[in-house]
């Protein structure tokens, strides 16, 4: 059983920074993806940021690249993005999501059907 949890949003003003956090279990990882992605009230579904386990390269949204970082931490089988400089336009639900198709994740509006999705962590930028 895969289950991912998220942890780690909140609220913070414009300039500021936060990391949230996904805590993988019950998932062998293959040379696909694990990435970040949100959603706005309102607004489709995009991906945010991708992590490739099997070498570590990272690729980011052109709206969060100099200003997010993912990592991974595959030993203790979590995946962190680090969001610095945030912006009002920041403000989403941000997803992680395992076993994702590398050539996906920046698709207009990804859906969940691929992979396993935790249930979101509520970034607020003000």
């Known amino acids: 059983h895969v289950q991912l949890v998220e942890s780690g949003g909140g609220s913070v003003q414009a300039g500021g920074s936060l990391t949230v956090s996904c805590e993988v279990s019950g998932f062998t990882y293959t040379k696909t993806c694990m990435a970040w992605y949100r959603q706005a009230p309102g607004k489709e579904r995009e991906g945010v940021a991708r992590?490739?386990?099997?070498?570590?390269?990272?690729a980011y949204a052109d709206s969060v690249k100099g200003r997010f970082t993912i990592s991974q931490d595959l030993g203790k089988n979590t995946v962190v993005l680090q969001m610095n400089s945030l912006k009002p336009e920041d403000t989403a639900m941000y997803y992680c999501?395992?076993?994702?198709?590398?050539?996906?994740?920046?698709?207009?509006?990804?859906?969940?059907?691929?992979?396993?999705w935790g249930q979101g962590t509520q970034v607020t930028v003000s």
């Open positions: 999501a395992v076993d994702q198709p590398c050539s996906y994740v920046f698709v207009a509006n990804p859906s969940t059907a691929f992979g396993h």
């Open positions: 992590i490739s386990p099997a070498d570590g390269t990272t």
